[in-house]
């Protein structure tokens, strides 16, 4: 009885690791250090948006087409329109490397729960990548909410004559970050403010495709 008991926690703990390996969602820190990428399921593809940068006013200076040259970096989507690959842990899509201004064919694939392995390609071959760290935890999906439908249930207003609330809680968007109103709460003391929020509603990831 205790053989089995003891088998079925080696089973399930394996199982939660299994799954948290297999999340590719959250805030990652790139490579050389100088970004936080934050990854999440929109409309049933996985983008990842610059969340952060080590030097701020970063612009997209070496995109081809002029007109986007001032483009900030910070919420510019880097891994756009990521697919499930059938049969394996791992999304498929295009890698924006800011540094040519050029997209590659791209796959993402978490090694463990901390690291996320980065593979793009040109033309198949000139193959490189590199590996990202987790520094932020995994974002939940949900069917009705606004990272799965792009939409989010309005919210009934208040009676006119209801009284204002003593205190009040901060709503918390799927993405672990204030959404709207909440989005200029004051961040905690030493933690810097998130600009960014659900990535799933910045315009360049809602629009239709």
Not at 27 to 52: E, F, K, P
Not at 86 to 115: C, F, M, R
Not at 148 to 161: L, R
Not at 170 to 182: D, P
Request: charged share 15%; proline share 10%.
């Amino acid at each position: 009885m205790s053989t089995t008991i003891a088998y079925s926690a080696v089973v399930f703990a394996a199982g939660i690791s299994s799954a948290l390996a297999a999340d590719p969602t959250g805030d990652w820190r790139v490579a050389d250090g100088v970004a936080n990428i934050r990854v999440a399921q929109c409309n049933g593809s996985m983008w990842g948006v610059v969340a952060w940068e080590k030097t701020p006013g970063g612009r997209d200076v070496n995109n081809p087409d002029a007109s986007r040259q001032s483009r900030p970096t910070l919420g510019m989507p880097i891994l756009i329109d990521m697919k499930k690959k059938p049969g394996a842990e791992a999304w498929e899509g295009q890698v924006y490397n800011a540094k040519d201004g050029k997209l590659y064919a791209s796959t993402i694939t978490p090694t463990d729960p901390d690291h996320l392995e980065i593979q793009g390609c040109v033309l198949g071959f000139l193959c490189g990548g590199e590996t990202w760290t987790r520094v932020g935890p995994p974002i939940p999906s949900s069917p009705v909410n606004s990272m799965a439908k792009g939409t989010q249930k309005p919210i009934a207003p208040a009676p006119a004559h209801a009284s204002a609330p003593k205190s009040t809680t901060t709503a918390t968007t799927t993405t672990g970050v204030g959404s709207g109103a909440t989005a200029a709460a004051k961040p905690p003391a030493g933690k810097p403010a998130d600009q960014v929020g659900d990535i799933c509603l910045l315009p360049e990831v809602a629009r239709p495709r």
